[in-house]
């Protein structure tokens, strides 16, 4: 059964500044089917972190409405989880590991807490860290604390905020894989933005395509490549390069908001 | 992992601990000689030789030992009921900042009363029992705590209160489970600088009260006449010595607790 998940309608947020008003997103409208796994790219500045945070409830937007199954949001939803880029700062220093994994889940049992951060480290492939302290691992293995603890949440939306932005190469593709791997694991429905036009279609099932600020949706893209991808034959596939190619000349014709009009 | 824990401490402690014996020998003996040559009247300043065996002296006497106990839960206490007033207050001025604006002026303004010189005003109006002592030492006490808890309200990442709330935290729980455990390294240094603090009000406080019981009283009444300054001397020693010890102490507690605060470089 294919339901929508997220459903974004007419999105617009304006921030009051002293030098006037500045319009970071502006009539964004997207879904996001349960299940499904959709990257946003835009050029830099084009208001993708407003977006997450109108999604999240940490901002409330100006205008227009976003509904989790169905629920219109207002304020911080229950059952979403948020993976920032930096990890180094969104990891608690002062927990080991285990604990960090077992934040969100304050309402479940002790005995239960402790055996959803297990399974979730062990996902991410860290069930020996859990008496460790975050900044005792490396960056890339902080990065899947961070993802093991928003999956241990069981959030119905998994919000990523350019996550693998702050690694090197080797340990992107690395959690890039991880990433497909667990979400067809457990099935998790996921919006991640990206300034990467590589990484948007190497882990999309659809890539959305964002203007220059004031972001609107420029494209919509089914991204074709099926279920099983690996950083090698995929990324040298045709279907891939003629993606990727489409992406980038939508990236860098992207009009304004202003040419729209 | 262990190592970057145990690198500091164990590079610090072979170096410092025979620097610090090497600078006490060095005190005592400036003193030992100071006071052998006449440099400063010998009859008041008594030599290190004579000081040292008075100072094991008085840890087997019974009435010093009390007057010591006296002091140290007297300054023990007000550093509690400093914490349970100061962290409370901070956390409150350092994150709502109308009630920080509305505070500061008064704050400000009583800050730099020094505690001392209210002892006078307080023995008129409270007498001369350890309630006095304590609640000078209090109001000596609270500034560091309170300030330490409020500026490290002001350092609290962003991040860490995002993450936190989109993770469904409300707004106390932020406080309690974000701010307090972030600030907490912060405040413990405010309670170590306090608790020199306390000490010094508590055993002046003393000095002054005739009927205060503690080590402020024992120092006074071996002064009078002049005829036991070794007891003199070894009281203000121990005093000094309670001081350092609650400082290391508190040092090693905190090193203990807050690993994860102290200053490193990328981990591998």
């Given at each position: 059964m294919?339901?929508t998940m997220?459903d974004?309608?007419d999105?617009g ?5 002293k030098d006037?008003?500045h319009?970071?997103i502006?009539g ?5 089917e349960a ?5 946003v790219?835009g050029?830099s500045?084009?208001g993708?972190?407003?977006?997450l945070?109108s ?8 205008r227009?409405?976003?509904s989790?199954?169905g ?7 229950a ?8 990890y180094?700062r969104s ?18 049992s ?10 979730a480290?062990?996902?991410v492939g860290?069930e020996n860290?859990g ?11 902080q990065q899947r604390v961070?993802?093991?603890r ?10 990523m905020?350019e996550?693998f932005?702050?690694?090197?190469a080797?340990t992107r593709f690395e959690l890039?894989?991880?990433l ?5 694991e457990?099935?998790?429905?996921v919006?991640?933005?990206?300034h990467?036009i590589?990484?948007?279609v190497?882990?999309g099932?659809?890539v ?8 609107r949706?420029v ?7 099926g279920?099983?991808?690996?950083q090698i ?6 279907e891939?390069v003629?993606l990727?190619?489409?992406?980038a ?6 009009p304004?908001?202003?040419t729209v009009? | 992992m262990?190592?970057l824990?145990?690198?500091?401490s164990?590079?610090?402690g072979?170096?410092r601990v025979?620097?610090?014996l ?5 005190l ?13 009247p010998e009859?008041y300043?008594r ?5 040292l065996p008075?100072?094991?002296g ?10 010591l106990?006296?002091t140290?839960?007297a300054?023990?206490i007000a550093?509690?009921?400093?914490i ?7 956390l409150?001025?350092?994150s ?8 500061m ?8 009363i020094p505690?001392v ?9 409270t ?6 002592k304590?609640?000078l ?17 002001d350092e609290?990442?962003p991040l860490h209160?995002?993450?936190a709330?989109a993770?469904g935290?409300?707004r106390?729980?932020?406080l309690?489970?974000?701010a307090l455990?972030s600030?907490?390294?912060f405040v413990?240094?405010?309670v170590?600088?306090?608790f ?5 009000v ?5 000095l002054?009260a005739g009927?205060?019981?503690?080590l402020?009283q024992f120092?006074?009444e071996a002064?009078?006449g002049?005829a036991h ?5 070894a009281g ?6 309670v001081g350092y ?9 905190n090193?203990?607790l ?11």
């Open positions: 294919v339901r997220l974004v309608a999105l947020h304006t921030y009051q500044a006037g008003a319009d970071a502006d964004l409208t997207f879904t996001v299940g499904e796994l959709v990257c790219v050029p500045g084009c993708k972190s407003t977006l945070r999604i999240s409830g940490l901002i409330r937007p100006t227009g409405t976003v989790l199954h629920t219109p949001v207002d304020g911080v939803p059952d979403l989880a948020v993976v920032f880029q930096d180094s990891l608690f220093p002062w927990l080991t590991v285990q604990r960090n994994v077992e934040f969100p889940l304050r309402e479940l002790k005995a239960e807490r402790t055996a959803r951060a297990g399974e480290l062990a996902a860290l860290a008496r460790k302290y975050p900044w005792q691992l490396s960056g890339g293995m961070a993802i093991a928003a999956l241990a949440y069981r959030p119905a939306l998994l919000l905020d996550p932005a702050s690694v090197d080797q890039e894989d991880l497909l791997r667990v979400r067809r457990q099935d998790t429905t919006l991640l933005v990206t990467d590589d990484e948007s190497y882990l099932d659809r959305l395509v964002l203007s220059k600020s004031p972001a949706v494209a919509a893209l089914d991204v074709g490549l279920e099983k991808r690996d034959t995929t990324r040298s596939s045709d891939f003629e990727r190619a489409k992406v000349g939508l990236l860098q014709s992207a304004t908001a202003e009009h | 262990g190592f824990l145990g690198k500091p164990t590079v610090s072979t170096r025979p620097a610090s090497v600078g006490l020998a060095g005592f003996l400036i003193w030992e000689v100071a006071s052998q040559t006449g440099l400063v009859l300043l030599p290190p030789s004579e000081v008075a100072m094991v008085l840890l087997g006497d019974e009435k010093f030992l009390r007057a106990l006296a140290v839960l300054t023990v550093l509690l009921i400093a349970l007033i100061a962290v409370p207050g901070g409150v001025l350092g709502i900042p109308l009630v920080r604006r509305a505070c002026t008064v704050v400000e303004f009583l800050r730099p505690s010189a209210l002892i006078p005003l307080a023995l008129l109006i007498g001369t029992g350890p309630d006095t304590i609640a030492a209090v109001y000596g006490a609270l500034w560091p705590i309170l300030f330490n808890t409020m500026y490290a309200l609290l990442d209160v995002e993450t709330r993770f935290t409300g106390v729980a932020v309690t489970r974000i455990p600030a907490a390294p413990l240094t405010g170590r600088l306090s020199t603090i306390a000490l010094a508590v055993v002046s406080t003393e002054f009927g205060t019981k503690g402020g120092i006074m002064n009078s002049g300054m070794d007891q003199v001397l203000t020693v121990i005093a000094g010595l010890a609650a400082n290391a102490g508190l040092e090693r507690l090193a203990k807050f690993a994860w605060n102290a200053p490193r470089g990328e981990a591998s």
